[in-house]
């Protein structure tokens, strides 16, 4: 079987454990990013994989070979970090090539293959610059040359635009995941930036306290969410959550509130936070602050009642978080009749 | 202000010697006409014997080798013991730094004893051995701080490129410890400069001598005795290659200094 | 285990001379002090039971040089951590010059301590040397600064707190330094001024670099050789004898070295001692904090 597989990976320090059972499969040509907040585990899955860190339990499989034990440097798989980790000391063409010298390729391959990733990455210019002597955009550039010599059986990367401006990041979205899927590996993206995410994979697994908690396709994770985490992660501006009633608790997507006659929310507007194409309201409320979408070419009111369809409510177990299966359209009634009062 | 006086008080004993250093001796015992000042002090040291170019050349070679010596044994253990894991590392540590903040004059006699044995005596070179070994706790200190402040992803990224160890530390730790191997190395080669009792000990012959050395013999000769304007060129000349060391290098100097404060 | 075969061995060839210089002497002390090997013996150890230490517990000038080591180490690095935090505050203040000023300041530490004991002797000359001149031109007579066996030892200490009180202005110049500039501006937008900074700011955040000056100092000072052998050789009378040279004249001069290795060892003892309260009172004022 072509691809990646983690089997059971589990990864524990002090007997603490920062990864649990993880289990994800990515296809050759599919890039699949890891999100979730800081000290979820993404980094960490990233470096087990890499076999930066060692596994306490569990299987990694690559095209169909157990790669759990091998070192790093026999695995075959490309890293961009975070931080690029380009050598301060190497130009960009020894930083490219250290990795097959120290391998002993011929060096006429050396320099076919270092041509080759210089032109398909546009670095034939600052092949003798130090890293020091390049800007953000070009250490990624530089740092994905490095990772793609290698021939790569997979491809890892770990925030690898945290360090860009927020415009460049936007504008290299395209042109970084056509060279990451244009290889045919698996690709394991690792990001907090769920936008970053849904631009760049084709699906995103979310991960929470080193437990795995839903993976799926973007649209999937937004309207489907197994658990008031992902709800709650996936999204911007974030999910509005009600406070729990009998044993259940409610949400519903800002997009998804609209102001209604009569059985809604009584709601103030705090603040309107206008947004280009549309504004979010910050809406004051007996439930707490409500965010709910505005047509930017539309004054707000200051003062509304707040409603939804029933059918857009998402139901969560109050206790487990776990999401019901079905959001019962009187719930929602009897919240907001509840929060009338 | 307070600079100003700060400066006489660090600078004045050193001016005066470069002063007594051109008087010739009438002068300096107040007696005496003509011009007082010569170049006689100047000639005396380098022509006497040991000549007092002979000695620094010494001294030199002696610092020279001593630092190139350390810093080889250093690095790799400083990159070792970075590497260690488990209660190894911090025993390890503390012992260093306890040897680091020992006052070396009181191994003197075993030292000398090891030099009597392996007719060490008289070879300048073989100076380099208790030298650097005393030098290298400092300098073992020093270099794994400065490791411990690369970034991890470096030696990561080397991994991942199938760099063994030995091929890391060589690749990639050495270059970057450059900076702080310059500073270690200033600090060790100031003590290797600066070392009394050792050579004290084990240098005999004067064309042997190191600096100290040198100086010891010249100040054991009579404490009452006024052969001061010699006296005072020799520390005038014993003292400029260390001036210009200094003044050209005391960023590195203070660096180093620094580092092993924050660090200890 | 295997995990640090290799950075075990990377340290091998170093902790094999480290050995050699650090831990075999004491090795080799002890067993010396054990020993009588001097010139009566033909220079062979023969076992003479505690007989070395016996004679070090009756040995007046062990004690007296015991008394006047502590003495020369206290006073010398009260006086170097007082005068290295006032140079360290003059050096900290922003200037223009400042990194040649530094460098200045450093160049006494930097000398062979050799070549400066000599060029304090010759200072301290009595009656050519400079300050005798100064004296006798205000008038009053000569002083014997290095001849006076109840105020000489002044005048080593003197020399010692000018060599080496730039190495503790530097390290406490690292530690003002190492406090973030935004702390001293927000104290001083409370209206605090040079002195309630230091008093409140600079001064406790200072302790862990006053505490390392103080423990590296003292242990330094305390085997005092060089300063000593060349500017006084002890003298007058003794009076500025330390132990290091002490034990240093008992090997070389009289070549009884079953006698010296004990004085060694004894140094040793009560160098430790001193270590050990200095880790105590550290803990004390890190409890206190």
């Known amino acids: 079987m072509r691809g990646l597989l983690l089997d059971h990976v589990t990864r524990q320090v002090d007997g603490r454990p920062l990864l649990d059972q993880l289990q994800l499969q990515v296809a050759p040509g599919e890039c699949l990013a890891l999100l979730g907040p800081s000290g979820c585990g993404k980094t960490t899955t990233l470096r087990v994989v890499a076999g930066l860190d060692p596994l306490s339990a569990g299987r990694i499989v690559l095209d169909g070979q157990d790669i759990s034990q091998l070192d790093p440097g026999q695995r075959r798989v490309g890293m961009v970090f975070q931080s690029y980790a380009l050598y301060p000391h190497m130009t960009v063409a020894e930083n490219l090539t250290l990795g097959p010298r120290i391998r002993g390729m011929p060096s006429g391959e050396r320099e076919e293959r270092l041509a080759q990733i210089l032109g398909l990455l546009q670095l034939e210019d600052l092949r003798l610059r130090r890293p020091a002597q390049l800007s953000g955009g070009q250490r990624q550039r530089v740092a994905l040359g490095r990772a793609l010599l290698r021939q790569p059986r997979l491809m890892l990367l770990d925030e690898p635009m945290s360090n860009l401006d927020a415009q460049l990041r936007e504008e290299l979205r395209p042109e970084l995941r056509r060279l990451l899927v244009s290889g045919g590996h698996p690709v394991l993206y690792v990001t907090h930036d769920q936008q970053e ?36 992660f996936i999204g911007r501006p974030a999910i509005n959550l009600f406070p729990p009633q009998g044993g259940r608790q409610l949400a519903v997507r800002p997009e998804h509130l609209h102001p209604v006659e009569q059985d809604g929310i009584p709601t103030t507007l705090m603040r309107a936070e206008w947004s280009g194409s549309q504004q979010v309201l910050w809406l004051e409320s007996p439930a707490g602050l409500l965010r709910m979408l505005w047509p930017a070419s539309q004054p707000p009111p200051t003062q509304c009642l707040v409603g939804w369809n029933p059918e857009d409510g998402l139901a969560f177990e109050e206790r487990t978080g776990e999401r019901l299966q079905r959001c019962e359209p009187s719930w929602s009634r009897d919240l907001i009749r509840f929060l009338e009062e | 202000m307070m600079r100003l006086l700060l400066l006489c008080w660090s600078l004045f004993p050193l001016l005066w010697q470069l002063r007594t250093s051109f008087l010739v001796g009438d002068a300096l015992v107040g007696e005496g006409g003509g011009s007082p000042w010569t170049l006689q002090n100047y000639r005396l040291v380098l022509e006497g014997d040991p000549s007092l170019g002979r000695v620094l050349l010494n001294s030199a070679i002696l610092g020279l080798v001593t630092t190139a010596l350390t810093l080889m044994l250093a690095v790799p253990c400083a990159y070792g013991l970075h590497q260690l894991k488990g209660r190894w590392q911090p025993a390890i540590s503390m012992g260093l730094v306890g040897a680091a903040l020992f006052p070396t004059v009181l191994f003197f006699l075993s030292l000398l004893q090891l030099a009597r044995w392996f007719g060490l005596a008289n070879h300048l070179l073989a100076l380099t051995l208790p030298y650097a070994g005393l030098s290298l706790p400092l300098a073992i200190l020093l270099l794994r701080a400065a490791i411990h402040d690369l970034p991890p992803d470096l030696e990561d990224a080397a991994r991942l490129d199938g760099l063994n160890p030995l091929q890391r530390l060589r690749w990639i730790v050495t270059p970057l410890l450059a900076p702080a191997m310059a500073s270690t190395g200033l600090l060790v080669f100031l003590a290797s400069w600066n070392e009394y009792p050792i050579a004290l000990t084990w240098l005999s012959r004067s064309d042997r001598l190191t600096l100290p050395a040198a100086m010891g013999r010249i100040a054991s000769s009579s404490v009452y005795a006024i052969p001061y304007g010699p006296y005072a060129a020799a520390t005038v000349l014993g003292s400029l290659p260390l001036l210009l060391v200094v003044l050209i290098f005391q960023r590195w100097i203070i660096s180093g200094l620094t580092q092993g404060a924050v660090k200890g | 285990m295997t995990a640090n075969l290799l950075p075990l061995l990377l340290m091998v060839p170093a902790l094999l001379l480290l050995g050699v210089v650090f831990l075999w002497p004491w090795a080799h002390y002890s067993w010396l002090s054990i020993h009588a090997s001097s010139l009566l013996t033909g220079l062979r150890a023969i076992p003479n039971g505690g007989a070395n230490w016996q004679r070090l517990v009756q040995d007046g000038r062990f004690w007296q040089d015991a008394f006047q080591t502590l003495r020369f180490a206290g006073v010398s690095v009260a006086l170097e951590l007082g005068l290295g935090l006032l140079t360290a505050l003059i050096l900290h203040r922003p200037s223009k010059g400042r990194g040649v000023l530094r460098a200045l300041v450093l160049i006494p530490w930097a000398l062979p301590g050799t070549v400066m004991a000599l060029g304090w002797r010759w200072i301290l000359n009595d009656p050519h040397g400079p300050l005798n001149a100064l004296l006798q ?19 080593v200490v003197l020399a010692d707190v000018w060599k080496t009180t730039p190495f503790v202005a530097i390290i406490l110049l690292a530690g003002l330094q190492s406090i973030p500039r935004d702390l001293e501006e927000a104290l001083r937008l409370e209206g605090a001024g040079v002195w309630s900074i230091f008093r409140r700011l600079q001064l406790p955040l200072l302790t862990p670099y006053l505490g390392l000056a103080l423990l590296f100092r003292l242990a330094q000072a305390f085997g005092v050789f060089d300063l000593i052998q060349i500017l006084t050789g002890g003298g007058p009378a003794g009076s500025t004898e330390s132990l290091a040279s002490y034990a240093y004249l008992q090997a070389i001069r009289f070549l009884d070295f079953g006698y010296s290795a004990t004085l060694m060892l004894a140094t040793f003892l009560i160098l430790l001692t001193l270590s050990l309260l200095w880790l105590g009172g550290m803990r004390w004022s890190g409890v206190r904090r």
């Open chain 1, 197 to 232: 995410a849904v631009g760049l994979a084709d699906r995103i697994a979310v991960l929470d306290q080193g437990r795995l908690q839903q993976v799926g396709e973007p649209r999937e994770l937004h309207h489907n969410p197994t658990n008031r985490f992902v709800a709650g």
């Open chain 3, 137 to 155: 031109a205000l008038g009053g007579g000569t002083y014997p600064f290095l001849a006076s066996p109840a105020t000489t030892w002044w005048f």
